[in-house]
């Protein structure tokens, strides 16, 4: 049979090595089953509306507003819109070159830069310029952009922590670089130690690697964890010596369920250390409206700010993103709205702080529920949640388990998660999917299922590894960390 233009075996081999586990084996069964008339609960993706989350009130004013300009005419518009939200609609449509529906400049419209700029000020306490911000389709549109420009070729390395967000490896694979794998210590509570970071980069350079960049996930996706300042500290040194630019994905910033560590950004340590660090480090931060309590994961919205970078770099940079024409234009609005939402005295004000509240307060509940939830389960042990949307815990699998998924084909924590998909409907994503300590497996699911409904899950849940640990228990002992 005659070879065709494109068929499987004539492939750019980077697309057939790049894997994704959040949509991967798991989620296609639980696609399967749904189809059939089972009920999923789709806990593998961190895709808070989907899962119930209602979308926060004015920014969807706005936006309706911005969509239907027409409606700005009506003379019974305040009828129905707050006069905030129809002010605001009329500021953004002032920005456009002629509303939603044209082009905006590849990096994102400038008063909505400038407006982000202005957030990042007000939340570091040092400036930002908004021609070093550039809006995105979505923050993982941002860090395929800059990976492109870092990645040369198989011989560019890029730390990235292990367990991780699988964006970073289906993407460095995608581009023909290679991952270096940093990893994170369970038993310090996700903790990450500089010494392994040197030992990787070794490694890697005694292989011939040239490590360019260095990514962090703060907090933690999947595992949760928020970063210290003195963490980030001893992060920014080792970049500065090593000479490698940092990619600090902060996207779960508003995601915080403790009051022992808050968020601090990347940038705003190394403003802090002073020269030559803070002028002598490459950073690149990352954030998007998709998490925090705004959850709006289909609207695409994110940006990436620029430390230290030479101007021809972002110049070439800037040649990249224009590649694409414009990034979504009503993203770019919503965006504008999460750096810039309403202020004390503001009409819509009372009802956003009370949404916005009320989301994060419930999320900080069901960290806590989850993490309990799992601890209370035989050779399940959980670290707490302190931040972002996940809850990440070990499943000690007895030999017998691992031995019936080695007949079945699966690796061990894949056929865990399918039998956990099949008696109760979660569906999860196997802690390989983001990369562990070989003999140890995990699962990642999220915290956003209804707090109503997440005492039911946990029981459901609880019931399930239960028998399944008795079904394929040997007798063989295990402690908890």
């Not at 490698?244 to 009051?259: A, F, H, K, T």
């Not at 002073?274 to 925090?292: A, I, M, W, Y």
């Not at 949404?355 to 399940?380: H, P, Q, W, Y």
Request: hydrophobic share 35%; proline share 6%; net charge neutral.
């Amino acid at each position: 049979m005659a070879i065709k233009a494109l068929d499987y075996d004539t492939l750019n081999e980077n697309v057939k090595k790049c894997q994704y586990a959040v949509r991967g084996e798991l989620y296609l069964r639980a696609s399967e089953l749904q189809k059939e008339g089972k009920k999923i609960i789709f806990t593998n993706v961190g895709n808070p509306h989907a899962l119930g989350q209602k979308p926060l009130t004015f920014p969807r004013q706005v936006v309706a507003l911005c969509q239907a300009p027409f409606l700005l005419d009506d003379p019974n518009v305040g009828m129905l819109f707050p006069a905030d939200a129809i002010a605001r609609a009329k500021h953004y449509l002032s920005l456009t070159s002629g509303g939603l529906g044209a082009y905006s400049d590849s990096r994102g419209l400038p008063g909505v830069r400038k407006e982000v700029a202005e957030f990042i000020q007000r939340r570091d306490g040092y400036p930002s310029d908004p021609e070093l911000i550039f809006l995105t389709d979505g923050a993982s549109k941002g860090v395929m952009q800059i990976l492109n420009c870092v990645i040369r070729g198989d011989g560019d390395g890029i730390l990235v922590p292990v367990p991780q967000y699988p964006l970073y490896s289906a993407t460095i694979s995608l581009l023909g670089g290679t991952l270096v794998p940093y990893y994170l210590d369970e038993s310090e509570n996700w903790g990450l130690d500089v010494n392994n970071l040197r030992q990787s980069v070794a490694q890697a350079r005694s292989q011939g690697i040239t490590v360019r960049a260095m990514v962090i996930i703060n907090p933690g996706n999947p595992t949760g964890q928020c970063l210290s300042e003195a963490n980030l500290r001893e992060i920014l040194k080792y970049c500065y010596n090593e000479k490698l630019v940092l990619l600090g994905d902060e996207v779960y910033q508003q995601n915080i369920y403790q009051d022992e560590r808050p968020f601090i950004s990347s940038k705003k340590v190394l403003m802090d250390m002073g020269s030559p660090f803070s002028n002598g480090v490459q950073l690149v931060s990352f954030h998007t409206v998709s998490k925090g309590y705004w959850g709006e994961c289909g609207q695409r919205g994110g940006y990436f700010e620029m430390t230290n970078l030479p101007p021809r770099v972002v110049e070439e940079i800037y040649k990249v993103a224009s590649i694409a024409l414009s990034p979504n234009v009503s993203a770019q609005i919503f965006m504008g709205l999460m750096v810039s939402p309403p202020k004390p005295g503001d009409i819509s004000y009372d009802q956003f702080a009370r949404e916005s509240k009320g989301i994060l307060e419930s999320l900080r509940r069901r960290a806590r529920i989850m993490t309990d939830g799992f601890n209370s389960c035989k050779n399940v042990v959980c670290n707490f949640t302190e931040g972002a949307m996940y809850s990440f815990p070990q499943i000690r699998l007895p030999p017998g388990a691992i031995q019936a998924a080695k007949q079945a084909g699966k690796v061990p924590d894949v056929f865990y998660c399918l039998k956990l998909l099949e008696a109760t409907g979660i569906s999860t994503v196997p802690g390989s999917g983001f990369g562990q300590k070989e003999g140890v497996f995990h699962l990642r699911t999220t915290i956003l299922p209804a707090e109503e409904e997440m005492p039911e899950i946990m029981d459901s849940f609880k019931k399930f590894n239960d028998e399944f640990m008795s079904q394929y228990d040997n007798n063989v002992g295990y402690s908890r960390m």
